[in-house]
Protein backbone atom coordinates (compact mmCIF):
# COMPACT_ATOMS: atom_id res chain seq x y z
CA UNK A 1 0.00 0.00 0.00
CA UNK A 2 1.63 3.48 -0.88
CA UNK A 3 1.47 6.41 1.52
CA UNK A 4 0.85 9.60 0.19
CA UNK A 5 3.16 12.12 1.71
CA UNK A 6 2.69 15.64 2.52
CA UNK A 7 4.42 18.29 4.16
CA UNK A 8 2.33 21.45 5.32
CA UNK A 9 4.05 24.96 6.64
CA UNK A 10 2.87 25.52 10.39
CA UNK A 11 0.00 28.01 8.82
CA UNK A 12 -1.30 25.67 7.11
CA UNK A 13 -1.31 23.10 10.16
CA UNK A 14 -2.93 25.08 12.38
CA UNK A 15 -5.83 25.74 9.80
CA UNK A 16 -6.52 22.44 8.64
CA UNK A 17 -5.99 20.58 12.08
CA UNK A 18 -7.47 22.43 15.40
CA UNK A 19 -6.06 20.60 18.45
CA UNK A 20 -7.30 19.34 21.48
CA UNK A 21 -6.55 21.37 24.50
CA UNK A 22 -5.08 19.38 27.20
CA UNK A 23 -7.22 19.22 29.84
CA UNK A 24 -5.46 17.14 32.25
CA UNK A 25 -2.29 19.59 32.86
CA UNK A 26 -3.44 23.28 33.00
CA UNK A 27 0.53 23.86 32.56
CA UNK A 28 0.73 22.10 29.45
CA UNK A 29 2.42 24.13 26.86
CA UNK A 30 2.02 24.37 22.79
CA UNK A 31 -0.50 27.02 23.76
CA UNK A 32 -2.98 28.55 20.98
CA UNK A 33 -4.54 32.22 21.18
CA UNK A 34 -5.39 32.74 24.87
CA UNK A 35 -6.62 28.77 25.44
CA UNK A 36 -5.04 26.06 27.58
CA UNK A 37 -2.07 23.94 25.94
CA UNK A 38 -2.22 21.37 23.86
CA UNK A 39 0.71 19.58 24.25
CA UNK A 40 0.02 15.73 25.95
CA UNK A 41 3.27 14.36 27.55
CA UNK A 42 4.70 10.68 27.01
CA UNK A 43 3.84 9.32 30.20
CA UNK A 44 1.62 9.18 33.21
CA UNK A 45 -2.11 10.11 32.67
CA UNK A 46 -1.96 12.01 30.13
CA UNK A 47 -0.23 9.02 27.87
CA UNK A 48 -3.25 7.20 29.16
CA UNK A 49 -5.57 9.43 28.01
CA UNK A 50 -3.71 9.34 24.48
CA UNK A 51 -3.73 5.61 23.98
CA UNK A 52 -7.29 5.86 25.00
CA UNK A 53 -7.89 8.02 21.14
CA UNK A 54 -9.03 7.56 17.69
CA UNK A 55 -5.18 7.09 16.16
CA UNK A 56 -6.07 9.36 13.20
CA UNK A 57 -5.93 12.11 15.04
CA UNK A 58 -2.82 11.70 16.84
CA UNK A 59 0.11 13.68 16.16
CA UNK A 60 4.05 13.30 17.50
CA UNK A 61 5.91 16.48 18.15
CA UNK A 62 9.38 15.23 17.35
CA UNK A 63 12.82 16.58 18.36
CA UNK A 64 15.23 15.76 14.90
CA UNK A 65 18.80 16.20 14.37
CA UNK A 66 19.03 18.91 12.27
CA UNK A 67 18.25 21.35 14.70
CA UNK A 68 14.13 21.92 13.25
CA UNK A 69 11.30 20.32 15.56
CA UNK A 70 8.69 18.58 13.60
CA UNK A 71 5.58 17.69 14.12
CA UNK A 72 4.19 14.33 12.07
CA UNK A 73 1.20 12.05 11.44
CA UNK A 74 0.55 9.32 13.84
CA UNK A 75 2.38 7.71 17.37
CA UNK A 76 5.72 8.01 17.14
CA UNK A 77 8.08 7.10 19.37
CA UNK A 78 11.64 7.63 18.63
CA UNK A 79 12.89 11.34 19.58
CA UNK A 80 9.28 12.06 20.55
CA UNK A 81 8.57 15.53 22.72
CA UNK A 82 4.83 14.73 23.27
CA UNK A 83 1.43 14.66 21.53
CA UNK A 84 -1.13 16.63 20.27
CA UNK A 85 -4.45 15.35 19.52
CA UNK A 86 -6.39 17.04 16.72
CA UNK A 87 -10.06 17.67 15.83
CA UNK A 88 -10.09 16.38 12.02
CA UNK A 89 -8.64 13.42 11.32
CA UNK A 90 -5.36 12.73 9.37
CA UNK A 91 -6.50 11.12 5.69
CA UNK A 92 -6.03 7.19 5.62
CA UNK A 93 -2.47 6.60 3.93
CA UNK A 94 -1.22 9.67 4.74
CA UNK A 95 1.69 10.83 6.52
CA UNK A 96 1.95 14.67 7.00
CA UNK A 97 4.95 16.81 8.35
CA UNK A 98 5.24 19.72 9.55
CA UNK A 99 8.96 21.52 10.23
CA UNK A 100 8.82 24.38 12.94
CA UNK A 101 11.19 27.22 13.57
CA UNK A 102 14.71 26.16 14.28
CA UNK A 103 15.65 25.72 17.63
CA UNK A 104 18.87 27.90 16.65
CA UNK A 105 18.11 31.47 14.91
CA UNK A 106 21.81 31.56 13.79
CA UNK A 107 21.81 31.37 10.08
CA UNK A 108 25.63 29.95 10.22
CA UNK A 109 24.28 26.61 12.15
CA UNK A 110 21.06 26.57 10.62
CA UNK A 111 21.67 26.24 6.54
Same mark, same amino acid.
Given at each position: ????????????????? =???????? =??????? %?????????????????????? $?????? &???????? =? #? &? &?? %????????? #?????? $?????????????????????? $?
Amino acid at each position: MTKTYLELTEDEFDEQY =PLLENHIN =PNASWTI %GDGNGCLFETYGEELNFLRQQD $PRFIWT &VIDADDCH =P #Y &V &VS %GVRFVNRIG #YLVSLV $PIPENTLIVVRLDPCNDDPEDN $P
